[in-house]
């Protein structure tokens, strides 16, 4: 029975998401004039220059916070353990499509973000929220496919939040510490940040997105140098494997071109959640006089996400040969052992558990949070204080459960979100591109 769920769910992944994602991205990339190119500098300006400028307008926490709450989830255990997994069940080839997702995934993001502040609405305790849910039924008129995404994000974050905690517990076995314990400890650690509510996680996330992502960034930078002399290899392993089939070697065990597409779409587009709608989620409470502004902050996740650490991420165990070696069902430990043979197994495993941890806790309190709006949404308030129970309880299940059946639910889940968020921004893409053109418009004026 489950080989059948899986075949359906590698079925839906090679063809139908695949179509969707880079169809949609490339339409939006068109609708919006490939903005995300022409006006790199203006977006690297306008985020990165301007991490801690205040905004003026309606809502609930700053655009950085926004920011770093949604890398919060985009930057997690999908950088470090599901980019060896992509390439331990796709080959290195699949890296090379992880990379074209992110590209239109830009159009797509900047998009959701413009509609999910566009559509928010400020609920029983005066916050504000949205996300998909809200444009496709107030936006799009479909109430009905506001309600399927809603559905399938609510189920959809329990094998989410179980794939962070088996990540966390496969590197942190590494170096001996027992699973339970290390569910306990991140259950206890999550439990007392959601329960703070969104301008509690806003603050956390401000200070431990960054400083997490630049200390793994530097040591995987480390353990790449020391292994200079296979970059070139690794660029030609991903280009040509991106095309052609992979062959078999050591724990690897080989892929076919169909199989590389696949995983890199599905780990990409979980990765950066670009076609997903789910960062809107926390978009939709940022300060902002513009949609479009904010939406200018997907852009900056997608770079600092998939073109920077799950990049980083491939190469680190790509040009240590880490991934030749170990099967799909060890591919979590995968970076704590290429960083330990570097580094030792003492330093190494040590700093990438600590690094493993910030990853999952930074993450998990944000997919939490992004699971409850949607009980929320469906069922009220109330429902949304049940579900943060439940979602923390599937910590417990990640930590106990084995990894690759997680994700096979995983991909199931994700595929009727996308499917339903899809068709709420290409049915939007006329709004998109007026309140686009109409913020860059300003920008024009303000610059005369």
Known sequence: ?????????????????????????????????????????????????????????SGTITPFQAATSALASTIGAANIVGVPLAIATGGPGAIFWMWLIAIFGCALKYSEIILGIKYRVKNEEGEYVGGPMYYLKNGAKMPLLGTLFAFFLMIEIAPSIATQSASIVQTAATININPIVTGIVVIVIVGLVVYGGIKRISKVTEKLVPIMAIAYFLIAVIAILANYKNIPVAFELIFKGAFTPTAAVGGFAGSVIAATIKAGAARGAYSNEAGMGTSTIAHSAAVTDFPARQGLWGIFEIIVDTLGICTITAFLVLTTGIWSTVGSDKAAAMPSMAIQSVLGAKFGGGFLTICMLMFVLSTLIVVIFYGEKQAEYLFGLKASKVARVVYLAFIMVGALCKLDNIVVLLDFTLAGVIGTNMIGVIKLRKEVREESDAFFESEKIKAK
């Open 1 to 57: 029975m489950f080989d059948i769920f899986k075949q359906i769910t590698d079925w839906l992944w090679l063809y139908p998401i695949l179509i969707i994602l880079v169809g949609g991205g490339i339409i939006m990339s068109v609708t919006l004039r490939f903005f995300q190119i022409t006006k790199f500098p203006f977006i690297i300006r306008e985020t990165f220059g301007k991490i801690f400028k205040k905004s003026s307008g």
